[in-house]
């Protein structure tokens, strides 16, 4: 079942390559420093994976719809550079979009249980 929230989330892994997490981690806080005042931006975390030392994965929240997402800030010239520095930090990037159903103990979504 799916609720019409008109909010997308992004969960991403990052792959990285060995001893350029740091320079990594470095690329995308400046990223996200950057589309942090976009106005359908919601929220981000960023976290290391305990058991994957080499692995960051991030976590946002936008409004809007997937299609709206790629359509509006995949452009953004930020993230040209961005995805330009990719090849030399990261082995692999696993997308997926969510859409939130249910949300307890925080109100970063827009759905209510």
């Known amino acids: 079942m799916s ?4 909010q997308i989330i992004l969960n991403i ?4 390559k060995p001893g350029k997490k740091e320079s ?3 690329s ?11 106005p359908t931006f919601v929220n981000a975390i960023v976290s290391d994976d305990l058991d994957n030392p080499n692995d ?8 809007g719809t997937r ?3 790629i359509q509006e800030e995949l ?3 930020y993230r040209s550079e961005y995805e ?5 930090l990261i082995d692999d990037r696993i997308i997926s979009w969510l859409e939130p159903v249910g949300e307890w103990g925080s109100k970063l979504t827009s759905v209510t249980r």
């Open 84 to 88: 330009g520095a990719l090849t030399s």
């Open 13 to 16: 892994r990052f792959k990285v």
């Open 67 to 69: 299609e709206s997402w």
């Open 24 to 26: 990594f981690r470095d």
């Open 75 to 77: 452009p953004k010239p």
């Open 28 to 38: 995308l806080f400046s990223m996200i420093n950057n589309f942090r005042n976009e």
């Open 3 to 6: 609720a019409n929230t008109n």
């Open 56 to 63: 960051l994965v991030i976590y946002e929240i936008w409004q």
